[in-house]
């Protein structure tokens, strides 16, 4: 290259480009075409917005309105009919819906376990326990199956006849209907969802733990800490944010994605034992056809999660504030 | 952290044991898949006698599996596609552009985050209906990109944050229009983040149930996992044959699994520390 022949710093895009297509798009454009260019580059931000845009408004905002505005409409016969508080009546009279919202309740007792087990295997796998890389790819495995693939597998496991009981019978115990007895079946599923999920918030933890500051753990060392001090007055604080949003991310898991799990272990039973918001709206739309009262206990779901999600963005809002 | 020597024990072996009831239902699936009936009913456990891969073939043809994993693999990478053309032109435009009403807009994408599909099934299912796209494979894909387009325009436009726009600032100089740059930097270098949204996006959609079960009513528009749950009542006397269904629908995602781990992974994490 001579000296004195000033290169740009910036290569042309065509230059990197061996394809013809690029190479014809980059032209000086003439002065008219540069006027009608200008206008053409204001709108060009909401062209590149405007289908996510219209998808999530038409398809996620819109039915959110339309669905609330249902619920107080009637069914059948009364289709179309403003009734009022009729639908919530008749939900909260409903024994099957009155079961599901306390099997909501369950879920949020057993939440602080669903949130601990990952977090301390995050902990060691952390902390470099012999083996932790292999840990993290085995755990984390059940977390990509479908909850539909998850069920089928353990109702081979845990059918009446099955290798469960036959081990326990083995043992002495006589076999346990696992999904047919009303006090155990919930438990169950629950146990199983938690089986299937903790792999997902495990890697979350373990994104927290990247940020965290090793020297702190160093300090606790030489001031002679025990592991359970170490994780109590270290770790936790230290991971404040990421136990928060394991919470919310986890409940919310619990009340949107176990209708896989419910649908092909249980359908619900035995006895309405297993219901959950999400299966009774499915069954009140699809099978009964009752649409309207269904929408109504979308609506109830929506409130429980709109606690659940404003939680979250203040949760975030003030992550964002320690942040920056 | 060498020094953790008296509990050590107490934490490897449960965590040996956890890993263990981790991988064994899936092993025991894939076992009993290759046995015959005989030898199932005669003894759950044992290892099988010989890789039988007709049951396989029994799922995939006359059970309709091969079917419905068609059905599936076409609505999954339609989805796919459309969400990460979707998602890096808006993620594009909110994180790198300035124009009026960026803002609003992008909260309007977030708020569908919220939105989870059970709280607006009849009213979809209703305008689905009306526009005549229920039990169509257009239906169910622009079901699937409403539901996980939120988070795919989230993560991109995290993503597109770290990027510089000196580096736009060039393209433009040299005479690229916005699509230009969008075409020509953007996709390339968004390449990482597309690949992790990408693949979290069809594990999402190749997983569900619900959404196809309430989109996709007749039998011969069936996905997979529809198809898995179709299993149960058909063959609860042919276990092996079952459990050659289910282990036809695991096996994609096992593989996805086995070479993209990390980038799995990576987008877990990117969802939940890029708040």
Redesign the interface.
């Known amino acids: 290259m001579p000296i004195g022949d000033v290169q740009p710093s910036v290569r042309p895009a065509r230059a990197g480009r061996t394809d013809g297509a690029a190479g014809s798009a980059i032209r000086r454009p003439s002065a008219r075409s540069r006027r009608t260019g200008v206008r053409a580059e204001r709108f060009a931000p909401y062209v590149l917005v405007a289908p996510a845009v219209l998808i999530i408004v038409l398809l996620r905002l819109y039915p959110l309105l339309l669905g609330v505005n249902f619920s107080f409409t009637g069914d059948g016969e009364r289709n179309g009919v403003a009734v009022g508080l009729d639908n919530y009546l008749e939900l909260f009279r409903d024994p099957l819906f009155r079961t599901a919202l306390g099997n909501v309740g369950l879920l949020v007792l057993l939440l602080p376990v669903a949130v601990a087990i990952p977090g301390l295997l995050a902990t060691f796998i952390y902390l470099r326990v012999p083996g932790h890389r292999l840990y993290r790819g085995v755990y984390f495995f059940p977390a990509v199956l479908s909850p539909v693939i998850v069920g089928a597998i353990f109702n081979l496991l845990l059918a009446f006849d099955g290798p469960l009981n036959a081990v326990l019978g083995s043992v002495g115990v006589g076999p346990v209907d696992w999904l047919g007895d009303p006090d155990v079946a919930m438990f169950v599923v629950v146990g199983v969802h938690v089986w299937a999920t903790f792999g997902m918030a495990l890697v979350v933890f373990l994104a927290g733990f990247a940020t965290l500051d090793a020297a702190l753990l160093d300090a606790a060392r030489v001031d002679g800490a025990s592991l359970p001090q170490v994780i109590w007055h270290v770790i936790v604080p230290a991971l404040s944010r990421t136990i928060q949003f394991v919470f919310v991310t986890t409940m919310i898991g619990m009340l949107t994605s176990m209708f896989g799990l419910l649908y092909v272990m249980t359908n619900g039973g035995p006895e309405g034992s297993t219901y959950l918001p999400e299966y009774y709206i499915w069954i009140q739309q699809g099978q009964l056809s009752r649409p309207a009262l269904a929408s109504a206990a979308s609506t109830v779901l929506f409130v429980i999660m709109l606690v659940v999600g404003l939680l979250q963005i203040t949760l975030l809002r003030r992550a964002g504030r320690e942040d920056r | 952290?060498t020094?953790?020597r008296l509990?050590r024990w107490l934490?490897?072996i449960p965590?040996?044991l956890?890993?263990l009831?981790?991988?064994y239902?899936?092993l025991?699936?894939a076992n009993?898949a290759m046995k015959t009936r005989r030898d199932y009913i005669l003894d759950?456990?044992s290892l099988t006698d010989a890789l039988r891969w007709e049951n396989i073939g029994t799922a995939w043809s006359s059970v309709g599996m091969g079917r419905y994993f068609v059905n599936s693999l076409l609505v999954v990478t339609s989805s796919v596609v459309l969400l990460l053309?979707?998602?890096s032109?808006?993620g594009?435009?909110?994180s790198r552009?300035r124009?009026r009403g960026?803002r609003a807009?992008f909260l309007?994408?977030l708020?569908?985050?919220?939105?989870?599909?059970?709280?607006?099934?009849?009213?979809?299912?209703?305008?689905m209906a009306d526009n005549g796209l229920i039990d169509t494979y257009p239906g169910l894909i622009?079901?699937y990109?409403?539901q996980f387009?939120?988070f795919t325009?989230f993560l991109m436009t995290s993503y597109y944050r770290a990027i510089p726009t000196e580096i736009i600032d060039?393209?433009r100089?040299?005479?690229?229009?916005?699509?230009?740059v969008?075409r020509?930097?953007m996709l390339p270098l968004g390449s990482p983040a597309l690949l992790s949204v990408g693949i979290l996006d069809a594990?999402f959609c190749?997983?569900?149930?619900?959404m196809s079960?309430?989109m996709m009513p007749s039998a011969d528009h069936r996905t997979l996992?529809v198809g898995?749950?179709s299993?149960?009542g058909q063959y609860s006397d042919d276990?092996p044959t079952?459990?050659s269904g289910?282990l036809i629908?695991?096996l994609p995602?096992?593989v996805?699994?086995l070479f993209l781990?990390r980038q799995?992974?990576d987008g877990?994490?990117a969802g939940?520390?890029k708040?």
């Open positions: 952290m020094r953790i509990g934490v490897v965590m040996a956890l890993a009831a981790t991988i239902p899936l025991f699936t009993v759950r456990f053309l979707f998602g032109m808006a594009f435009a909110l552009l124009f960026s807009l309007g994408c708020a569908g985050l919220f939105v989870p599909f059970q709280v607006i099934m009849v009213p979809l299912a209703r305008i622009l079901v990109v409403a387009l939120p325009v060039a393209a100089i040299d005479g690229n229009s916005v699509y230009g969008y020509r930097i594990l190749w997983n569900d149930v619900l079960l309430v996992m898995v749950t299993l149960r276990i079952f459990a289910v629908a695991a995602v096992l996805v699994y781990q799995i992974a877990v994490a939940s520390t708040g």
